[in-house]
């Protein structure tokens, strides 16, 4: 092992060392930085996957040291070692090599444009997203034959992407992408495309919230919007420093005109309330628990599993309805997170009291927690309150 991994060791018994039955010693050389070229076109055949992990994060790591004239030769027999290590079955071996050139302006083009086109989405993401060899046509050659979904959804990130681009993007049909394409800020978006884009957008409404906040808006495009965002995406659009003032005094009716919108009907606990409940779940008149809600949710009981929620949350059903009538998820979830309940009741009430649409719908962050911060669900419990009386008064 000292020899494989020795720098000082002679090439002709390095490359020996690279067909050695033991694997320590092959991941020792897969380590040494003087391992000739004939040991490391071994080694990245190996059949032991992490020898060849090793020899891949060495050769890749040495890619941005390799743009002297006078280091072509080594350069060139890096590039080719490297090129059999792209197509590895092994996708933490690729992914290695896309992470250290992702960012590389010389690293070969043949090279990132096979990453790129892989279908595993941590090898092809990361040179998608930043890599400076990428072209208008690369990307629109990436769209129009993306190997999976999640290519679309890269490329739609890209830093930069022009109009050309976010064009192929929004006619791709694919919800998560477009939405990718709308939150992307430096995106270049031709005015005629958002206008489509916000014509659709009432059957998305996960496209609403980066709509609202793209870098600028026509006074067109910002009226269409008002008219089919809910309540606290109406205050952002008012708080747009892009807007005049005939415009703004229009939202502002508007948002009058939203909140005094009388509220969807939901059953207010009381005594006939509470013996419903307790006969359909089990659950006492006066406790409410989590899986009373979820079995509510399962039967479709909106009014039942909104007055449970208001119970648990300690709060009146009214401030349930207001979340219900804003179709806010966020809303909704800090309500649950308010009541002491999971995420597993997060995403069941999100659908149930709020419609929010299957892929509009907050997942559980991570560990099963909650997606939001604890701040941004006390902000969202506070403007939920702001109906004659502070919620922290409640």
């Known amino acids: 092992m000292r020899l494989s991994a020795s720098a000082a060791t002679l090439p002709a018994t390095l490359n020996r060392l690279a067909s050695d039955k033991s694997s320590v010693?092959?991941?020792?050389?897969?380590?040494?930085?003087?391992?000739?070229?004939?040991?490391?076109?071994?080694?990245?055949?190996?059949?032991?996957?992490?020898?060849?992990?090793?020899?891949?994060?060495?050769?890749?790591?040495?890619?941005?040291?390799?743009?002297?004239?006078?280091?072509?030769?080594?350069?060139?027999?890096?590039?080719?070692?490297?090129?059999?290590?792209?197509?590895?079955?092994?996708?933490?071996?690729?992914?290695?090599?896309?992470?250290?050139?992702?960012?590389?302006?010389?690293?070969?083009?043949?090279?990132?444009?096979?990453?790129?086109?892989?279908?595993?989405?941590?090898?092809?993401?990361?040179?998608?997203?930043?890599?400076?060899?990428?072209?208008?046509?690369?990307?629109?050659?990436?769209?129009?034959?993306?190997?999976?979904?999640?290519?679309?959804?890269?490329?739609?990130?890209?830093?930069?992407i022009d109009e050309a681009v976010s064009d192929a993007v929004a006619s791709s049909a694919d919800s998560a992408a477009i939405r990718a394409l709308l939150a992307n800020k430096s995106a270049q978006i031709r005015e005629a495309t958002l206008d489509t884009l916000i014509a659709q957008a009432s059957e998305h409404t996960d496209w609403h919230e980066p709509l609202v906040r793209r870098p600028a808006l026509t006074p067109a495009a910002t009226r269409a919007l008002s008219q089919i965002v809910t309540t606290h995406l109406l205050h952002e659009l008012l708080s747009r420093a892009d807007i005049d003032p005939s415009l703004a005094r229009e939202l502002r009716n508007r948002l009058a005109d939203h909140l005094s919108e009388p509220k969807p009907h939901l059953p207010r606990p009381g005594s006939e309330f509470s013996r419903k409940t307790a006969d359909a779940t089990g659950t006492p008149p006066g406790h409410a628990n989590e899986e009373a809600v979820l079995a509510a949710a399962r039967k479709g009981e909106a009014g039942t599993a909104a007055a449970l929620l208001a119970v648990a949350a300690g709060v009146p059903?009214?401030?349930?309805?207001?979340?219900?009538?804003?179709?806010?998820?966020?809303?909704?979830?800090?309500?649950?997170?308010?009541?002491?309940?999971?995420?597993?009741?997060?995403?069941a009430l999100q659908t149930l009291l709020a419609h929010i649409a299957p892929g509009a719908v907050l997942p559980a962050g991570p560990g099963d927690g909650f997606p939001l911060a604890v701040e941004e669900m006390r902000w969202q419990l506070e403007f939920l309150g702001q109906t004659g009386r502070s919620f922290m008064d409640v």
Do not use: Y
């Not at 080594?74 to 071996?93: H, K, N, Y």
């Not at 997203?129 to 129009?144: E, G, H």
């Not at 999976?148 to 990130?157: D, E, F, K, M, S």
């Not at 349930?320 to 009541?339: C, G, I």
């Open 25 to 160: 010693v092959r991941a020792a050389l897969a380590l040494n930085p003087a391992a000739p070229h004939e040991a490391n076109q071994a080694l990245a055949c190996d059949d032991d996957e992490r020898v060849r992990l090793l020899v891949a994060r060495k050769l890749a790591g040495l890619v941005p040291s390799l743009s002297n004239a006078e280091q072509a030769g080594l350069q060139r027999q890096v590039f080719e070692t490297l090129s059999g290590l792209v197509m590895d079955e092994a996708v933490r071996i690729r992914a290695v090599i896309a992470d250290a050139l992702k960012a590389i302006p010389n690293a070969p083009r043949e090279l990132i444009l096979r990453l790129a086109q892989d279908a595993a989405v941590q090898v092809s993401e990361p040179v998608i997203r930043f890599s400076p060899l990428l072209t208008t046509a690369d990307l629109l050659a990436l769209l129009a034959k993306a190997p999976v979904p999640a290519t679309l959804i890269a490329v739609a990130g890209r830093a930069g």
């Open 317 to 347: 059903v009214s401030v349930v309805e207001r979340a219900a009538s804003l179709r806010s998820a966020k809303s909704v979830v800090s309500l649950v997170w308010k009541a002491g309940f999971s995420m597993r009741t997060g995403v």
